[in-house]
């Protein structure tokens, strides 16, 4: 069974920074797809940033060139760095693995609150 573990949420004003990161145990096919996805309250969940197994990447335009996704195979993790901040980045961030063609896993969650 995955197992995905997410730590570095918090709070923070506007304009500020944080670094999600992700830790994934348990067997899995390397062929993978890990990534960010966030919801806020009375949201549905949304993808915010995923990165391939060969490190290609696919982010959403309201996070580029703010978010920058990484990922590292040898240590089974994936970082989310949250940079320039805004009030409406506040949600509750999910770490996800999906194995192409089979499972998606999802972390538990951790809280971004942005302030003004």
């Known amino acids: 069974q995955v197992q995905l573990v997410e730590s570095g949420g918090g709070l923070v004003q506007a304009g500020g920074s944080l670094r999600l990161s992700c830790v994934a145990s348990g067997r899995r096919s390397a062929i993978n797809v890990m990534g960010w996805y966030r919801q806020a309250p009375g949201k549905q969940r949304e993808l915010v940033a995923s990165?391939?197994?060969?490190?290609?990447?696919n982010i959403q335009d309201s996070v580029k060139g703010r978010f920058t996704i990484a990922r590292d195979n040898a240590k089974n993790t994936v970082s989310l760095q949250m940079n320039s901040l805004k009030p409406e980045d506040t949600a509750v961030y999910y770490c996800?693995?999906?194995?192409?063609?089979?499972?998606?896993?999802w972390g538990q969650g951790t809280q971004v609150t942005v302030s003004s």
């Open positions: 996800n693995l999906y194995v192409l063609g089979s499972s998606n896993y």
């Open positions: 990165i391939t197994w060969d490190g290609r990447t």
